[in-house]
């Protein structure tokens, strides 16, 4: 891709999809299957993890890799059934998709989520065909903060990190996005404002973004 190009990447949970509840759900649910408690502040410290990350947390790191796999499947099969019966569409998603993809830049999705989970949330969205890339938590061997989920998205997209700028909603992922070298835009709803300060941009909707402040974003020295 030429150097003029201009990418925005976007987490998936939080900022294209209001997906709190139904994770909370489906862990809560899994949990208590196997007669274990995972309370909401417990399972608002995972945000930006792997669920792999997650399971070793609450089940324990002696697990077979037979037993992690079956656990992490189970969980999503349950986020994906409660979603499925209720889609819920973060405010503003698909109108920032689409004026972002009319101004030319590159799309895509960095997500720690199962791919099952981001085809279909960009299916229920309406929008599959407007992203050049997704990277989801079975390309990715290390959950944010590192940064490695934005890098392999960018290299995906064939453009370099400094033109990218990365849309999150958890203080992990803004600081993924920044060990990338990428500009962030951090979405206040999951965290607080306060917690989201080290973003280069903070808004509280998607509805207060447009093409030129992203782009402005990523054309500034940093």
């Not at 037993?67 to 405010?91: C, G, N, S």
């Amino acid at each position: 891709m030429a150097a003029g190009f201009r990418a925005v990447i976007f987490d998936v949970d939080g900022v294209l999809v209001d997906s709190y509840h139904a994770h909370l759900e489906s862990w809560v649910l899994m949990a208590r299957e196997h007669g274990l408690h995972i309370t909401e502040e417990e399972f608002a410290t995972t945000f930006g993890q792997t669920s792999r990350e997650i399971i070793a947390r609450f089940w324990g790191p002696g697990l077979s890799p037979a037993d992690r796999e079956a656990l992490d499947a189970r969980k999503e099969a349950i986020y994906r059934d409660l979603i499925r019966a209720r889609f819920p569409a973060m405010d503003g998603a698909v109108e920032l998709i689409d004026a972002l993809a009319a101004a030319g830049f590159l799309l895509a999705v960095g997500s720690s989520g199962p791919p099952e989970n981001i085809a279909l949330s960009l299916e229920r969205l309406g929008r599959s065909a407007s992203f050049q890339a997704r990277v989801t938590g079975r390309d990715v061997t290390r959950g944010k903060p590192d940064p490695q989920v934005f890098a392999i998205a960018a290299d995906r997209l064939g453009i370099p990190a400094a033109r990218c700028a990365v849309i999150e909603d958890a203080p992990v992922g803004i600081a993924a996005a920044r060990a990338a070298g990428m500009a962030s835009i951090a979405l206040v709803g999951t965290a607080p404002a306060e917690a989201l300060a080290a973003a280069d941009l903070v808004v509280p909707s998607l509805r207060e973004l447009t093409p030129p402040a992203v782009a402005a974003l990523v054309d500034r020295p940093r």
